[in-house]
């Protein structure tokens, strides 16, 4: 992806590509979504970005030199496994940080109600969701916030779709009632009628948020969640102001609210990609590092994706028969895998360990440099799930192994790897098949 540095459009009466207002705005929206539980990038070399540390530090610049910011955020703040440790780390950053308004996506309500209420009222968090209610018919949290910022007046309501996200699905909808997002918004907006701005958080595809604009008029801005989709520029639909930041909470979008011009309010989109350009904000990060000392030998909730062997077994055990297949991984970066994250000064992380060693947290599996030395790595147990006696036990490997993106990406997703190309990655680890195969 492009880098998104100030990238700005006005979507006023004149449409976008018109000059900003020459006055100072009356507020700044900062908006984001789907932080997936990141705390800080991670030490990868391939653009590591976003996190909850370049996105505070930034909010702070904003919050230093402008005087009127709130702070959205359209849902998916926590991880999407449930890693208590975790997610007791992002509601303190959060809490601290003082945002705005927080829309409540799938991966919150994966943590059940119960606990959700319990990290608002323990973190100050301000949740937000128009439209689940409790069995008795209750709101689960506020169905919206105002705030006023200097002449400004603005309402924020969030809504979900009613559906099972994530692979495996999470089956967060037991227990509770999830109204139309469309029926909850328009209610939202009549009960919002007095505010100057009305922002909605809209947790659910773009496509769906596109019919949201559409068929509940009145609202000026909504932010997409759950959904890949980048917006630079925005999309007007329904007199509404579309603006998405994509996915694990690599962007940091800004509207500037102006002043009414042509009977509308003129509104100034801007976005920043979270790069390695963005510092980190120190507080974040000593957190995180706190997080890490915290979380340091507990491995985090197996992905239950990726293929399990009958035991766990170094590449070395694999050179006996296949030597030249074994000369051709060591050239590969997965056969450094560990020595990267010491470089990058991640290897307490466990859920850095958990992708750059084999079967960390599973029977067998690695336990640490000093003990499992030989599983500190990406061995070839990660694409060929056989153990090294195989040919004896009459076991065959598939011939020619499809490695499937979803393996891939398992370790290689968008907050790992977030310029991860599978069709030119695959080639580079791919071997000759053994010399038996060739001569069939």
Not at 105 to 112: N, R, S, V
Not at 178 to 201: F, H, N, S, Y
Request: aromatic residues 6%.
């Amino acid at each position: 992806m492009a880098a998104l540095c100030a990238l700005a459009a006005c979507a006023a009466a004149n449409g976008p590509g018109c000059e900003p207002p020459k006055t100072p705005p009356r507020a700044v929206i900062l908006y984001s979504a789907d932080n997936q539980g990141v705390l800080a990038a991670c030490g990868c070399p391939s653009n590591p970005s976003g996190g909850l540390s370049k996105r505070q530090a930034l909010i702070e610049q904003y919050r230093r030199t402008r005087p009127h910011v709130v702070v959205v955020d359209a849902g998916d703040l926590f991880p999407d496994k449930p890693n208590p440790i975790k997610i007791k780390y992002v509601a303190t950053v959060v809490g601290r940080a003082k945002w705005d308004a927080i829309g409540l996506g799938d991966q919150e309500f994966a943590l059940g109600v119960p606990r959700l209420l319990e990290l608002a009222r323990e973190h100050n968090l301000p949740f937000v969701c128009s439209n689940v209610r409790d069995e008795a018919g209750k709101f689960v949290v506020a169905p919206h916030i105002i705030r006023q910022v200097a002449d400004c007046r603005i309402g924020i309501f969030s809504v979900i779709a009613d559906e099972d996200y994530g692979w495996p699905p999470l089956g967060w909808r037991k227990g509770l009632k999830v109204e139309p997002p469309i029926e909850a918004a328009r209610r939202e907006v009549q009960d919002l009628a007095g505010c100057d701005l009305i922002v909605a958080l809209s947790h659910q595809s773009i496509y769906d948020t596109r019919d949201l604009a559409a068929q509940a008029p009145g609202i000026h801005v909504i932010v997409s969640g759950h959904d890949p989709a980048i917006l630079p520029k925005g999309q007007e639909v329904g007199g509404a102001l579309i603006v998405a930041t994509g996915e694990v909470g690599r962007v940091l979008g800004a509207i500037s609210v102006g002043g009414v011009e042509h009977g509308r309010l003129h509104l100034v989109n801007e976005m920043t990609e979270l790069s390695a350009r963005v510092p980190d904000a120190k507080w974040v990060m000593d957190l995180y590092w706190k997080y890490v000392e915290e979380s340091k030998d507990k491995p985090p909730p197996d992905w239950k994706l990726t293929p399990v062997p009958e035991r766990y077994e170094t590449s070395e055990a694999c050179r006996k028969c296949h030597p030249a297949e074994y000369r051709a991984w060591q050239k590969t970066r997965h056969a450094r895998a560990y020595e990267s994250i010491k470089k990058a000064r991640r290897q307490d992380d466990p859920e850095c360990i958990l992708c750059h060693t084999m079967g960390y947290g599973r029977p067998g599996g690695f336990a640490s440099m000093a003990k499992t030395p030989g599983l500190g790595r990406v061995t070839c147990q990660a694409c060929h799930v056989v153990t090294s006696d195989h040919a004896d036990r009459k076991i065959k490997p598939e011939p020619k192994i499809n490695i499937h993106s979803r393996l891939c990406m398992s370790c290689h997703g968008p907050v790992q790897s977030p310029d991860f190309d599978y069709f030119v990655a695959k080639p580079k680890i791919l071997h000759k098949p053994p010399d038996a195969d060739r001569r069939k």
